[in-house]
Nanobody, 120 residues
Framework: QVQLVESGGGLVQAGGSLRLSCAAS????????MGWYRQAPGKQRELVAA???????NYADSVKGRFTISRDNAKNTVYLQMNSLKPEDTAVYYC??????????????WGQGTQVTVSS
């Protein structure tokens, strides 16, 4: 069993910053890509940022220059530093990891989600 536990969400004023963390635990052989998705009310879940095990990153156009994704492979943890937050960033943010367990094919795991609310 693999669990992803997120932390760091909350309420912040526009222009403020938040840092999300997501730690993976369980019997893990390796973690390939990790990423953050978000889902606002009435909208589809969308990719915010992703990072490979080698450190290559990918961002949604809407967050480029404001958000930074990073990871600590030794801790199986991914971070999302969010600066210059806007009300349109308000959403539930979900952590995602492509995990390989011993003797099993890689599969996606999801965190439970953390609410980020940006007030104007």
């Amino acid at each position: 069993q693999v669990q992803l536990v997120e932390s760091g969400g909350g309420l912040v004023q526009a222009g403020g910053s938040l840092r999300l963390s997501c730690a993976a635990s369980g019997i893990i052989f390796s973690i390939n890509a990790m990423g953050w998705y978000r889902q606002a009310p009435g909208k589809q879940r969308e990719l915010v940022a992703a990072i490979t095990s080698g450190g290559s990153t990918n961002y949604a156009d809407s967050v480029k220059g404001r958000f930074t994704i990073s990871r600590d492979n030794a801790k199986n943890t991914v971070y999302l530093q969010m600066n210059s937050l806007k009300p349109e960033d308000t959403a539930v943010y979900y952590c995602n990891a492509d995990v390989t367990r011993i003797g099993r094919l890689p599969r996606d795991y999801w965190g439970q989600g953390t609410q980020v609310t940006v007030s104007s």
